[in-house]
């Protein structure tokens, strides 16, 4: 069941898709921007002055570009409730299908998914609820 939930924790650097960039090569070869994920990009300079846990929400937030019908989990989803998540983790976190196969592809882990999950909708983005975000992350 998809209950609305408190909005999430905003991404805290402004994201643009490449289509949006008259020539997004360039200005990687500047270092004008950094690539958050393919297709997504963001301002070099104030990538860098971000701390790692904002750096780790600037992606999971690139994702949900990329991937507007993702659900979130584990850390990903801590982040995105504003639980603490330490350092700067690589790899954002979404469930699939249950039938899907685990995998990890470009940066993104896909757990299988189950029906006894509380996913909330908070803000446009899908996420499990705080609960559930607090036991995977328990169980890893």
């Known amino acids: 069941m998809l209950r609305s939930s408190a909005v999430p924790v905003p ?3 402004a994201l643009t898709r490449s ?3 008259a020539h997004p ?7 004008e ?7 997504v990009y963001a301002d070099a300079g104030e990538w860098q002055a971000l701390t790692p846990w904002n750096r780790y929400l600037a992606r999971i937030h690139a994702v949900a570009l990329d991937r ?3 659900i979130f989990s584990h850390d ?34 896909v757990h299988n998914g189950d029906g006894d999950r ?9 996420l499990t609820g705080v609960a559930d975000t607090a036991a995977s992350r328990a169980t890893r």
């Open 25 to 31: 090569e360039r200005a990687l070869r500047r270092a």
């Open 118 to 126: 509380d996913i909330v909708e908070a803000g446009g983005v899908v």
């Open 76 to 109: 990903s989803a801590a982040a995105l409730h504003g639980m603490p998540v330490f350092g700067d983790p690589l790899v954002v976190h979404v469930l699939a299908h249950p039938s899907t196969t685990a995998r990890q592809v470009a940066g993104v882990r």
């Open 33 to 39: 921007i950094v690539r958050v994920r393919g297709g």
């Open 11 to 13: 991404t805290p650097i």
């Open 19 to 21: 289509a949006d960039i």
């Open 68 to 70: 507007p019908d993702a």
